[in-house]
């Protein structure tokens, strides 16, 4: 097995793990309050391209090891998509009130909007992995962020692979308007939540629906 193989492995398994968990989150949610804030979870490990970029941009070694691991807490990656704004702050007291992680960190981008219009709400948390050699404990960040959060978010993302974080002014400006027109959405949702739950209560009792994820 190879050093980078050797390096990525917890964070596999943290990733796999922590997916299970916030699922189970969801499922809970939705057996016991009539409106679950968790629509969908999902995760992945930060691949070596970019964990590679982003060590260049940080001025740390590109090595496997402790310096690596502080430096890029999100090697491990988490997202938790909810419907409404509202639903963020309900996901991130029951990260915070958890015994089997540490929150070590905190950032608000809903509050404060990054200048390209990116909003999501990121929690750095602390975990500990049980491994062959013993418990190993690694950083995981757990993205939170609406569905239009999300939308804008992976548009942006592809766009920025495209023109490499140098856009052109025209599509900056765009972007950041549609930044903005995604957040007026979540806001105008927000006004008729109570409208669209009744809705969507009535739908899947009707469909007698259920989600497995
Ligand atoms: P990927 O491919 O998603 O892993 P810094 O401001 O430098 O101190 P840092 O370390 O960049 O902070 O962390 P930050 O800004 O808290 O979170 C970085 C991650 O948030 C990014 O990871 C993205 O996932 C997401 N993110 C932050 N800003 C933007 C943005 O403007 N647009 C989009 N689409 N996502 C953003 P990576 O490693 O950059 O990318």
Redesign the pocket.
């Known amino acids: 097995m190879g050093q980078w193989e050797r390096f990525l492995e917890p964070y596999k398994q943290a990733v796999d793990e922590l997916k299970i968990k916030l699922k189970g989150m969801r499922a809970q949610f939705a057996t016991e309050i009539e409106h679950a804030p968790i629509e969908f979870v999902t995760g992945?490990v930060?691949?070596l391209a970019?964990i590679y970029?982003?060590s260049l941009?940080?001025g740390v070694p590109f090595e496997p090891g402790e310096e690596l691991a502080n430096e890029?807490?999100?090697i491990a990656?988490l997202r938790i998509m909810c419907q409404f704004v509202d639903d963020i702050g309900t996901v991130v007291e029951s990260i915070r009130q958890r015994k089997d992680m540490r929150v070590v960190e905190e950032?608000d981008?809903i509050s404060k909007v990054?200048?390209?219009?990116?909003r999501?709400y990121?929690m750095i948390i602390e975990y500990p992995v049980q491994t062959i050699h013993g418990e190993r404990a690694i950083f995981a960040?757990i993205?939170i962020r609406t569905l239009a959060m999300n939308f804008?978010?992976?548009?942006?993302?592809s766009l920025?692979y495209k023109y490499k974080g140098d856009f052109p002014e025209e599509i900056k400006k765009r972007l950041q308007s549609a930044a903005e027109a995604a957040f007026s959405l979540d806001e105008e949702m927000s006004q008729i939540r109570d409208e669209i739950q009744e809705a969507q209560r009535f739908f899947s009792e009707y469909r007698g629906e259920q989600r497995d994820d």
Request: aromatic residues 10%; without cysteine.
């Open positions: 992945r930060k691949p970019s970029d982003k941009e940080k890029l807490p999100d990656g950032r981008y990054k200048p390209s219009g990116y999501s990121h960040e993205q804008w978010a992976s548009i942006e993302h920025n």
